[in-house]
């Protein structure tokens, strides 16, 4: 009978739901801190990286970031949920209202990018929307809530920097939007292909034009950071077209038919293979159906925590951070860089230097100890699942 007691009261307590965060009860970060996990789920060097980028943004005065873990929101709205946290917190500067905030529920599997009002124009969104469905929501799908949160902050730091709250006024050079498809009655001439072996296949591999590197991939951010919302927009519609406009062979003239996902794969190597996999780089393969032959076009991610491995040249170099000596009020710290591929078998590891926290200032003392300044927001952003 006593056994059959504690069994039973084991089930019981397996059998309850996980506690629901409140907004009031989630922590606030800490000064010099931009990262909350209330689970424990992130390694402390992905925390670190988060305050790294935290730190960084608000130390440039281009806004301020937050990324916020919990379990679930226990069947509340998390768009509503993640609103009222950034205002209960004052994320961003007052006046400016410059914060953005990554909520993430793991139980519930949503993620929310909340935008403060002042950084929440058409092109600041067209960012959120294009981080959250090509980086973070991937990512979890990957199970890689790490590199999904690495993307996240990594991404919200490049977004809050290339707002147009945070443009150059002096940048006043008129540019002509770029049609997302060619005009009516004009006909396109077809790009030349570059004859180039592949150092990694048998197949050719084409070598775009600028236009089509710039659209194509990660070169695009800082050839449309000007700040011009319809550069955005015209960005993502000329990298879509681009990226699917019919592909004439040079040998016989006659068109290409784009593969699948799964028929391209057997015309990439292994590292190709890889960087598809971790989300850093996509694939196209045209094939000739009459020469036999596979052109294989590349195209780099936004936003991604993987950059080139000076190993073997794939996108799939991660670093990780540890934290040797904490910085504080007073001096800097010390990190210890790990530096790893995915793909080969390169590794490095070294120290950096990090700077001192700066002290909060008068107007961020009411934020409850933590280091934001006061902005708001009306809930503008983007919303994800997996």
């Not at 999904?148 to 147009?164: I, M, N, W």
């Not at 960005?235 to 290409?256: E, F, N, S, T, V």
Request: aromatic share 8%.
């Amino acid at each position: 009978m006593r056994a059959l007691l504690c069994w039973t009261v084991l089930l019981c307590v397996l059998g309850l739901p996980a506690r629901a965060e409140t907004v009031n009860s989630i922590p606030r970060p800490r000064p010099g801190s931009w990262s909350v996990d209330t689970t424990g789920t992130l390694s402390s060097s992905t925390l670190a990286g988060v305050n790294r980028w935290g730190a960084e943004v608000d130390g440039k005065g281009l806004g301020q970031l937050a990324v916020v873990v919990v379990s679930t929101t226990g069947g509340r709205n998390p768009r509503t949920f993640a609103t009222e946290l950034f205002n209960l917190w004052g994320i961003g500067h007052a006046g400016r209202d410059d914060g953005a905030l990554l909520l993430i529920a793991l139980r519930d599997r949503k993620a929310e990018i909340v935008l403060g009002d002042g950084v929440d124009s058409s092109s600041d969104t067209a960012r959120s929307d294009a981080l959250m469905s090509g980086e973070i929501v991937p990512a979890f799908k990957r199970k890689d809530p790490e590199g999904a949160v690495l993307a996240g902050a990594r991404g919200l730091s490049d977004l809050l920097e290339r707002s147009p709250l945070n443009a150059s006024v002096s940048s006043t050079a008129s540019v002509p939007d770029v049609p997302s498809s060619p005009p009516s009655g004009v006909t396109t001439p077809v790009q030349p292909e570059v004859p180039f072996r592949s150092p990694y296949n048998s197949g050719s591999y084409y070598s775009p034009t600028l236009m089509e590197r710039v659209a194509s991939n990660e070169q695009a951010p800082w050839f449309f950071g000007g700040g011009a919302g319809a550069l955005v927009m015209g960005a993502a519609g000329l990298r879509r077209w681009l990226r699917r406009r019919p592909r004439i062979c040079a040998q016989c003239a006659q068109p290409r038919q784009l593969l699948d996902e799964d028929s391209d794969d057997d015309h990439l190597d292994q590292g190709q293979l890889r960087e598809e996999s971790l989300g850093s780089v996509d694939y196209d393969v045209w094939w000739c159906t009459s020469c036999q032959d596979a052109r294989v076009e590349r195209y780099g991610a936004w936003f991604t925590a993987y950059s080139k491995c000076p190993g073997c040249s794939y996108k799939t170099k991660s670093e990780s951070s540890t934290t040797l000596v904490s910085a504080t009020y007073d001096h800097g710290g010390t990190v210890r860089v790990t530096v790893t591929c995915k793909h080969c078998s390169y590794h490095d590891s070294f120290t950096r230097s990090t700077p001192k926290l700066t002290r909060p200032s008068s107007s961020s003392s009411s934020s409850g100890g933590s280091s934001f300044g006061g902005g708001r927001s009306s809930g503008g952003g983007s919303s994800g699942s997996w």
